[in-house]
């Protein structure tokens, strides 16, 4: 059994796997402990007979104890155990390569960047809440002034068509004094109003700020990612990987077919796109 | 020294920053105002012009508000210039080193016009005694 039949996808094989596994199996109810797995080794086979269906068997390997599950070609503790072996390599070579803290600082700059997304998010919320609040205030007054100046005017009509009395004309100069008043009392608030949502402005440059040391955060991430990728590289692989991460100038254009290696192929391309 | 007389100088990189300062400045009286976007460029504006005030940021490239403000106390032309703070920076180490350095004012972003207005008023004050 190699690894490349435990990656399929097939479910006949992965039942065919199942079963050959679970023939293998040596029932053995006098040894309640299961066996640390070992490395290849026979295996009496289990008496034919005893062939179960993989679902039975299935609630047997879930089950603690009872059986053997040590002898060789026992799959799935081999697989555990390879994989926990690279797992261990990988995190040798990582600490060889002095990359285990870098990895764990910058990872542990991730809740920060949460945290400063979400100041973002809230500031500029409030920024929104708060002009939109204004403006709703500042309108209220706006209409306001307008509907009596509205007024005003259509009496001021009246009293220059002489279709005024004297009662009225004194009702008039009251209603007026009392819009002029108003008009000075709306104002300053009004003016106040804009004051109030020009300084909400005021959260593009925190924001700014926050998401400028976002910005240096992920590209140090990048950076530090980048240059292990490269450092884990194969040798054979490595300029291929450097080319395309680096990026920049194209070093070496033999072979690829997605870049124009001069001006001229780049003058054929465009040409060829009716430029 | 009249209110209207005096020239002082923006400096913050957000632009949209140095506009609301430059619009409170306005309302509180002081109509005579230009604009830096760090700590270099304002430098070389105020040893070329007659500012009579600072405000500054902290936080900006190239030159920050510390050095600015050392560079600026450090020179024999400049060094009697009242200098005013307005930061994000609310550390307290950061607000010791900027009164020990020579900073006239200090104040913390999100900030009103309110208090624009009393530390200016304060710093102003102090400066025609």
Known sequence: MNSDQLKSGDSDDLEALFDSIAEQRVWDNDTPEPQPAAVAASVPAASAADSMPAAQANDSVESSGGFDLSPSGDEPNDVFHRVGTLTRKLHDALRELGYDKKVEDVVGSLPDARARLNYIANLTGQAAE?????????????????????????????????????????????????????????????????????????????????????????????????????????????????????????????????????????????????? | MNPEDLKILIVDDFSTMRRIVRNLLKEIGYNNADEAEDGAVALSKLKAGSFNFVVSDLNMPNMNGFELLQNIRSDPGLKHLPVLLVTAEAKKEDIVTAAQMGANGYIVKPFTKATLEEKLTKIVAKMSV
Not at chain 1, 170 to 188: E, G, I, P
Not at chain 1, 257 to 264: E, H, K, R
Request: a negative charge; hydrophobic letters at 35%; charged letters at 25%.
């Open chain 1, 130 to 275: 708060k002009v939109l609040a204004t403006v709703e205030n500042s309108q209220r007054m706006n209409d306001d002034l307008a509907e009596q100046a509205r007024s005003m005017d259509a009496q001021w009509d009246r009293l220059y068509n002489n279709e005024m009395s004297l009662e009225e004309f004194k009702a008039h100069a009251q209603q007026s004094r009392d819009f002029v008043k108003r008009v000075a009392s709306h104002t300053n608030a009004m003016g106040g109003q804009l004051t109030d949502i020009m300084m909400a402005q005021d959260f593009h440059d925190l924001t700014g700020q926050v998401v400028n040391k976002i910005t240096t955060m992920a590209q140090g991430l990048e950076e530090q990612l980048v240059q292990l990728l490269l450092d884990t590289t194969p040798p054979d692989q490595r300029k291929q990987m450097e080319e395309t991460w680096l990026n920049g100038p194209v070093i070496n254009a033999e072979g690829r077919t997605d870049v124009c290696a001069n001006q001229s192929q780049v003058d054929d391309l465009l040409e060829s796109l009716g430029f």
